[in-house]
């Protein structure tokens, strides 16, 4: 298998991961606060990841060129945990995961803006799409004619802001770093941050649901693992398009787990915020040639 078939396949796999891990997520969000589950997520990830490496290698390879970046990108990412966290507390899976589709629009943007990286006219008409299906996801009462969608779905639409920023320094650190010492530092800021928080949320686990939060933890390890060792196989256009793979596997877990069935406004949206996703993440034809 050659390298980009390899971090599409990694791609994949990571989505798959993060839709059994945000599946638990949700559960555990009847029992504890957010920032509980967002320090076992973070915690157990940091340690599992140590002890795999330290076993496997004999050596932590921690030492980054870069720490002050790796420590923007966990930032970021327990950032994006804590908005998505919340919103599953008010929203369907499917919803969340649809309108958390519009994070790489915003990757686009970004890159355009801050690394001054070449956006032709397409990928920029895909955005504009991609934005429109965000707004069909939302549900505005002028467009739908009805209720308009629960406040919390604006959550998600920062959880997408900050993972596109995450998804920019995972592949400029890609450049700069082992991708083992990213994923080591992947957890560390946000289980520093969230462990902070504990003495205002602690409610005492029984055993089965340490199992879970343990579990919690592993799923984001290795569902991250897999995304740093797909980046750094594979340029992020070619593997932005596989994200919206992930709606398939969250709305099987909605309706199967929480009896949540996606109705057509989701699907509708996300089905455009898609469609301008791969507009997005098709090669220029001057890059083809």
């Given amino acids: 298998m050659n390298g980009r078939l390899a971090g599409v396949a990694l791609q994949l796999a990571a989505l798959a991961v993060f839709v059994c891990m945000d599946t638990m997520l949700k559960l555990l969000t009847a029992q504890f606060a957010v920032p509980q589950l967002m320090w076992a997520r973070f915690f157990f990830s940091l340690i599992a990841a140590a002890l795999f490496f330290r076993l496997v290698t004999g050596r932590l390879p921690w030492r980054s060129k870069a720490p002050w970046l790796q420590a923007a990108r966990s930032l ?14 008010h929203l369907p899976l499917t919803d969340c995961t649809a309108i958390g589709f519009a994070s790489p629009l915003f990757t686009v943007a970004l890159a355009a803006v801050w690394l001054k990286e070449r956006v032709g006219p397409r990928r920029w008409i895909g955005v504009a799409i991609g934005f429109l299906g965000v707004l069909v996801a939302l549900r505005p009462p002028f467009l739908t004619g009805g209720a308009p969608m629960h406040w919390a779905a604006v959550l998600p639409l920062g959880t997408a802001a900050m993972f596109a920023v995450y998804s920019i320094l995972t592949r400029k650190l890609a450049t700069i770093d082992d991708p083992r010492t990213t994923i080591l530092h992947t957890g560390f800021a946000g289980a520093v941050v969230a462990s902070l928080a504990q003495p205002f949320v602690w409610i005492p686990p029984t055993a089965p649901e340490w199992a879970m939060l343990v579990g919690l933890g592993l799923l984001g390890g290795v569902g991250h693992g897999l995304l740093v060792l797909a980046f750094a196989r594979a340029p992020a256009s070619l593997l932005a398009p596989m994200s919206y793979t992930q709606l398939i596997w969250a709305s099987i877990a909605g309706v199967v787990v929480f009896a949540d069935w ?11 915020i898609a469609f301008g996703g791969v507009l997005v993440a098709l090669p220029d034809r001057r890059a083809r040639t």
Avoid: Q, Y
Avoid at 76 to 89: D, E, K, R, Y
């Fill in 262 to 272: 996606p109705d057509l406004t989701s699907l509708a949206g996300a089905a455009v």
């Fill in 76 to 89: 970021l990412l327990a950032g994006s945990n804590l908005m998505f966290s919340s919103a599953l507390v």
